[in-house]
């Protein structure tokens, strides 16, 4: 049995606070949540992606921690594909079209403003997270 609930939140580094703000805030639609504060600098915030999941986001020049670059990628579930990818691109930022996935989920991506590649998830009835069966990847 596993003690572990759920991804609580992804840490991002950025070299452009605003940059990422406005991405995941007015591009995406997501709810600021807080800040981080030091020395009345704002250095990070946190930002809220849903049933208890955030991103966190600090300004690279101001953590005092590295940046490993060792997470290819997070994602996002969205509730309608179609809409998203209308809205994204309606923000001017690009977005590939949706594909159909090899585990029965529309897929598509995106990339934040620090290069951060972000995978958008629209689950179906046959998605093999909730029916099971294994599957064979077709980008290998």
Not at 74 to 96: N, P, Q, Y
């Amino acid at each position: 049995m596993s003690f572990v609930k759920q991804i609580a939140h992804t840490c991002m580094m950025t070299p452009d606070l605003a940059a990422s703000e406005h991405f995941y805030c007015e591009v995406l639609g997501l709810r600021k949540a807080f800040e981080f504060v030091k020395n009345g600098k704002r250095i990070g915030l946190y930002i809220e992606a849903g049933a208890r999941t955030w991103i966190e986001i600090f300004d690279h020049a101001e953590a005092p921690f590295p940046s490993l670059g060792a997470i290819n990628h997070f994602c996002l579930e969205v509730t309608s594909m179609d809409a998203a990818i209308a809205h994204i691109r309606a923000k001017g930022v690009e977005v590939t079209d949706k594909k159909y996935g090899v585990d029965d989920t529309w897929q598509a991506w995106l990339k934040g403003p620090a290069g951060e590649r972000i995978e958008l998830f629209e689950y179906t009835p046959k998605s093999a997270q909730f029916v099971g069966g294994d599957r064979v990847p077709d980008w290998l």
